[in-house]
C-alpha cells in the first residue's frame, strides 16, 4: 500500500479535498520519515515538530469545514537554513551565528507559505553561508546521499533534497547562487528550479548579490509550479523582487512541447568532459522531447567559460559576509570558506567591474541566442554523486566546486530560469539530471518543457523514496 509520504503535494491535496485523508496523518508521517532518515543521511539542522503538529491541526480544522486557507494548506514543507522561519534560529550552517536572539522574522518565501497553511517540518542542511556544491559544515556535518550514503548529496541545498527525495515532505525551498538547487536536485533525483532572478523575493538580500536566487525543490513539475505559484508574490523588503505573473504557473503546464526550437549542448561546444553514463542518459531524454514534437538542434551557446568572472563575485561576496569576523571567530570557519574569504577581499573596486563587465556580455549573448531558441538543454552536471565529505571528486585534479559545475553557475551570472529534471541513473544507480534553461522571465516554459517529460514517464516522478538504498526508509 502506498505511504502517504510518498504522494506529492498536488496529490495530498487532492486527499484532503476527498476526505480520504488529513493534514495530521500526513505530518505525522512525514515527521517519523523525517526522524529515521536523519541518521544516516543528516537531512536537518532541526525539526520544529510541536509546531507542525500544531499546523496541521489547525489545518484538519479548516479542511472539514470546507475553508483552506490557501493553496497549499496542510501539505508539509521544509525551509533551507538559509531562509528565515519565524521562531527558530537560522544558523546558515555556522559555528559563528549564535542560536541567541529574537528570531522573529520570515523570509518571503517561506511569509507566503505561513499564509497559505503550509506545515513546517524543520530546518534542511547547508554548508556554511551555502558556499560550496556540497553539503557539509562544521556546524552539522556531512549530508549524504539517499541513493548512496557513501556519496555526496550535493549542495548547497542537499539538506532540502535529501528530505524530498526520502518523502520527509514533498516540497522544500531551497537557494541558488550557482546551481545550489540544481546541483544536489540532480545528485538526488529530484525536480530543482531556479526561477528568474526576483521572481521569488529574497530577504535578508544575499551576500552573494544578484547571483543568488531561491526556489523549489519537489517531486515533479507539477509541484514545482504549485510552488512558486505561492512564493512568487512581491514583497517590499525586496527592491528587486518582480510583479507578479499573469495567470498561475500550473495552468501553464499544459501544451507540451510541440512545435519548441530546443537547442542541445552535450559538452557546450567540447569545452566539458562528460561523464558517458550521464552523457547516455540525457542524451536519450533529448530525443524523447524530440519523439514529443519538439524541434531539437544539437548546436551551442556562444559561451565561453565566465568562471574567474564568477569567481570575483562569489569569493568577494563571501568576503563581505565574513568581513566583521574577529581573527578568533574567524578560525570557526569552514577551512575552504576561510581560504576564499582571503582571496575574496584582495579583488579591487575594478576586478569587480570588469567581472560585472563579463556577466553583462554573457547575458547579451544568452539573450540573443534565445531569438532563435526557445530553450537550451545541456547535462546538469557532467558528473553523478562522489565521495561524501569532499569538495570534488577524488582523482579530479580540480581545485573548488565551480570545476565540475559548469552547466550550472553561468545562468546565476544571466538570471534566466534554470531546472534540472531526473532522467535516468549511470552505471552504478546514481541519478542523472537533465537542465533545461529559458530566456529571463520565461520560467513557464521551462516548468511546461518538464512537466512534459514527467507526462511522458521519461523523469521518475513521486520520489519513490522506497527504492532508495538508504536502510532506514526500508
Known amino acids: 500500500m502506498q505511504q502517504l509520504t510518498d504522494l506529492t503535494a498536488v496529490q495530498l491535496l487532492a486527499g484532503y479535498r476527498k476526505g480520504e485523508f488529513g493534514p495530521v496523518e500526513v ?36 479542511w472539514r469545514r470546507g475553508e483552506p486557507a490557501g493553496l497549499l494548506d496542510g501539505v508539509p514543507v521544509t525551509v533551507k537554513d538559509i531562509l528565515l522561519l519565524r521562531g527558530h534560529p537560522t544558523l546558515r550552517g555556522s559555528r559563528t551565528v549564535s542560536e541567541q536572539g529574537r528570531w522573529d522574522e520570515d523570509a ?18 547547508t554548508p556554511e553561508f551555502g558556499w560550496k556544491g556540497v553539503t557539509d559544515s562544521p556546524l552539522s556535518g556531512v549530508t549524504r546521499n539517499p541513493h548512496d550514503p557513501t556519496r555526496t548529496a550535493g549542495g548547497s541545498s542537499g539538506g532540502s533534497a535529501a528530505a524530498v527525495a526520502l518523502g520527509a515532505g514533498p516540497l522544500s525551498l531551497g537557494t541558488d547562487g550557482g546551481g545550489s538547487i540544481r546541483i544536489p536536485a540532480a545528485f538526488c533525483g529530484i525536480f530543482g528550479l531556479k526561477p528568474t532572478y526576483g521572481r521569488v523575493p529574497l530577504y535578508p538580500a544575499s551576500a552573494f548579490g544578484t547571483l543568488s536566487h531561491a526556489g523549489p525543490m519537489t517531486r515533479d513539475a507539477a509541484d ?10 512581491p514583497d517590499a523588503r525586496d527592491w528587486s523582487a518582480l510583479p507578479p505573473v499573469p495567470g498561475c504557473f ?37 530525443a524523447r522531447l524530440a519523439d514529443l514534437g519538439a524541434y531539437v538542434e544539437e548546436t551551442d551557446p556562444d559561451l565561453s567559460d565566465p568562471v574567474e568572472a564568477f569567481h570575483t563575485l562569489w569569493f568577494s561576496g563571501a568576503a563581505r559576509l565574513t568581513q566583521r569576523l574577529s ?20 579583488y579591487s ?21 534565445h531569438e532563435t531558441h526557445d530553450l537550451l538543454v545541456t547535462p546538469t552536471l557532467p558528473v553523478t554523486a562522489f565521495e561524501a565529505g569532499a569538495e570534488v571528486p577524488a582523482g579530479s585534479g580540480l581545485r573548488r566546486w565551480t570545476g ?9 551570472l544571466t538570471q534566466q530560469p534554470a531546472a534540472t529534471v531526473p532522467v535516468g541513473t549511470d552505471g552504478d544507480g546514481l541519478p542523472v539530471g537533465m537542465q533545461i534553461v529559458a530566456a529571463r522571465h520565461r520560467d513557464t516554459l521551462v516548468l511546461r518543457a518538464a512537466h512534459a517529460l514527467y507526462e511522458a514517464g521519461v523523469a521518475p516522478g513521486g520520489g519513490r523514496p522506497g527504492q532508495s538504498s538508504v536502510s532506514a526508509v526500508r
Open 27 to 62: 505530518t505525522v508521517q512525514a515527521l517519523e520519515r523525517a526522524r529515521r532518515i536523519q541518521p544516516e543521511v543528516n537531512a536537518f539542522v532541526r525539526l520544529t515538530e510541536e509546531d507542525a503538529l500544531a499546523r496541521a491541526r489547525a489545518s484538519q480544522e479548516r
Open 108 to 125: 518571503p518565501s517561506v511569509a507566503r507559505l505561513r499564509e497559505h497553511g503550509a506545515v513546517f517540518l524543520g530546518k534542511t542542511t
Open 250 to 286: 500550473p495552468q501553464g503546464l499544459k501544451g507540451g512541447v510541440r512545435g519548441l526550437r530546443v537547442a542541445y549542448s552535450p559538452t557546450l561546444g567540447g569545452q566539458v568532459a562528460v561523464r558517458p553514463g550521464v552523457a547516455a542518459a540525457v542524451r536519450g531524454a533529448v
Open 327 to 346: 581573527p578568533q571567530r574567524r578560525q570557526l570557519l569552514d577551512p575552504g570558506l576561510r581560504e576564499i574569504c582571503a582571496r575574496g577581499a584582495r
Open 404 to 412: 565540475w559545475t559548469p552547466f550550472t553557475y553561468p545562468f546565476n
Open 349 to 369: 573596486a575594478l576586478d569587480y567591474l570588469a567581472a560585472v563587465d563579463v556577466r553583462m556580455d554573457l547575458g547579451r549573448r544568452m539573450g540573443r541566442f
Open 224 to 233: 514545482a509550479a504549485l510552488l512558486l505559484d505561492v512564493i512568487g508574490a
